[in-house]
């Protein structure tokens, strides 16, 4: 089994930049993948960026050009750099991976940014 645990999470001002890390614990040679989705109020949840071991990424179209994904393989690590960020980013992060058949998610961080 695998545990996903997020840190940085906080109050942001509209316009300014946050980070957020994700701590992959357990039976991580399993894991390909890493993943960061949201949910907002509301909302569905939907994926933000994702990254896969050897390091290729893809972007949610809303957050291209703003946001970069990387991950530390051998800290079993992934981050999530957000830039320029608005209210709309407000909302729960989490991070996602899957092992085996198995989908696992962190406890989620919340990201709140003030206009």
């Known amino acids: 089994q695998v545990q996903l645990v997020e840190a940085g999470g906080g109050l942001v001002q509209d316009g300014g930049p946050r980070g957020l890390s994700c701590a992959a614990s357990g039976r991580v040679f399993n894991i390909n993948a890493l993943a960061w989705y949201r949910q907002a109020p509301g909302k569905q949840r939907e994926l933000v960026a994702v990254i896969t071991f050897g390091g290729n990424t893809n972007y949610a179209d809303s957050v291209k050009g703003r946001f970069t994904i990387s991950r530390d393989n051998a800290k079993n690590t992934v981050y999530l750099q957000m830039n320029s960020l608005k209210p709309e980013d407000t909302a729960v992060y989490y991070c996602?991976?899957?092992?085996?058949?198995?989908?696992?998610w962190g406890q989620g961080t919340q990201v709140t940014v003030s206009s």
């Open positions: 996602y991976t899957r092992w085996g058949i198995k989908q696992i």
